[in-house]
């Protein structure tokens, strides 16, 4: 089981770098989406930053379990806001890739806690 965290945990966090990358850069496609979500431009440096430190804790959390829990749970919650934002805005299309990833951060969960 502990193989199944490693990748997922690695998955999940390539895949938060290279949103935090991808945000941090601004480019147009990313400035228009989070304005049409409704997010302040200045929220940004946060979800940067909550990215990096999702990403960083998870694989943290392969050494020290209380810390990969803590990392999933703050992803659970990050990308449930990110759905619930895409769906505010009636973008269901958006809202599919951040379920998704609700989904594999509550598995990162269920998985570092059964390898405790």
């Known amino acids: 089981m502990f193989v199944s965290l490693v990748v997922v945990t690695v998955f999940m966090s390539a895949l938060l770098l290279v949103s935090a990358g991808a945000k941090s850069l601004r480019t147009r496609h990313i400035t228009e989406q989070m304005s049409t ?3 302040p431009q ?7 930053g909550a990215q990096i430190a999702g990403a960083a804790g998870s694989i943290a959390g392969l050494w020290w379990g209380p810390v ?8 659970t919650l990050y990308f449930a806001g990110a ?3 895409h769906l ?5 299309k958006g809202a599919s890739p951040a379920a998704v990833l609700t989904v594999a951060s509550v598995a990162l969960i269920v998985l570092r806690a059964a390898t405790l």
Do not use: H, P, Q, T
């Open 68 to 75: 990969g829990i803590a990392a999933a749970i703050g992803l």
């Open 88 to 92: 505010r805005v009636g973008d269901r």
């Open 83 to 85: 759905v619930a934002f």
């Open 37 to 39: 979500l409704g997010v």
């Open 42 to 48: 200045g929220l940004m440096a946060l979800l940067i």
